[in-house]
């Protein structure tokens, strides 16, 4: 039974690895079933990676190109190439060649058993830093606690998903959107593959700690209010003490008089107050950044051009020929 594939890829200045990526994926694809389309999503690249895949699309018109305005990051370009993508199923992958694509066969076959999302599990991380695997390690167990969505662990964005799936995952249109928490949160049977993760064919990561950092503060805001919770429940407990230790102060002084050393506990106290409130103050604002980026219902992104695609969205522009 022939099964319809799309391979759906963001690439972000990949210049140097998007020709390797098209011949290893599309061998095996080959292997598998000659109907399938690997759909390039360009994140705004500033090197030839458009004019690469243009290029291959002439050669092979399976390959296809959503070319998006700018940059909007991978976490959208990924979801631009899930709305343009029409396969029976969907394999989600990076460019870079750290997801083997001899694992799809692995995946479909999962598929066929009656699983809807089929992820890879990375069982090592070859060229990866003792400090990135250790950070690695913490997000997930902080994400997990605080969050009620569950998302595997050591679970990146290489899987291969159902039909239905990607149809749930289109209703989701939120701008901060944490991808592995939204494939987590549209359920349906899912099940996870190991595999190695192998280092960067070609090219340099996109990633640094910083971005790191701002990617775990995302997951865990767009998928959990227990840090709202956490600052309730610090102010309430703080405010309890403080109000007990008022109490004893006024009646102290009403009792014994004014006693006036007492700036290193006045200092203390202010420190430590002024110190919560900037905290939650900070943490409110992580969200309310949030409702403020939502509330503008902006599309999630804009397309320039299309390659082998209908340009059947308003979010498609194209620049008419000359
Ligand atoms: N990527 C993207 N837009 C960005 C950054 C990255 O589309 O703004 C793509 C990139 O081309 C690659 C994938 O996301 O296909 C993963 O990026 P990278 O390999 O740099 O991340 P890492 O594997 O180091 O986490
Ligand atoms: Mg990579």
Known sequence: MSVFISVVVAAYNEEAVIEQFYERTARVLESIS????ILVVNDGSRDSTAAK??????????????????????EIAMSAGLDFASGEVVVVTD???????????????????????????????????ALKKLTAGLFYRIMNQFSRTQIPEDTGDFRLMSRRTVQAL????????????????????QVGIPYERAPRAAGETKWNYWRLLNFAIEG?????????????????ITAIFAF???????????????DVPGYASLMVAILFFSGCQL?????????????FEEIKRRPLYLVQEVLGLEPNSPQVLLRPKP
Not at 53 to 74: C, E, I, P, T
Not at 170 to 189: A, D, H, I, P, Y
Not at 279 to 289: A, D, P, Q, R, S
């Open 244 to 258: 007990l230790y008022a109490g004893f102060l006024i009646i102290r002084t009403l009792l014994f008089g004014i």
């Open 95 to 129: 460019a870079d060649l750290q997801d083997p694509p001899e694992l799809i066969t692995e995946m479909l076959a999962k598929w066929r058993e009656g699983y809807d999302t089929v992820y890879a599990t990375r069982t090592l991380r070859e060229g990866e830093t």
């Open 53 to 74: 895949v243009r290029a291959l699309h002439q050669k092979d018109a399976r390959v296809k190109l959503v070319d998006l305005s700018r940059n909007f990051g991978k």
């Open 34 to 37: 000659p109907d399938y389309e």
């Open 220 to 236: 865990i805001t767009s998928f959990s209010y227990v840090p709202l919770q956490i600052s309730t429940y610090v102010g309430v």
């Open 170 to 189: 289109r209703l989701l249109r939120e701008e901060n959107r944490f991808m592995k928490g939204v494939f987590t949160w549209v359920g349906f049977n």
């Open 279 to 291: 905290t939650f103050l900070g943490i409110i604002g992580e969200y309310l950044g949030r409702m």
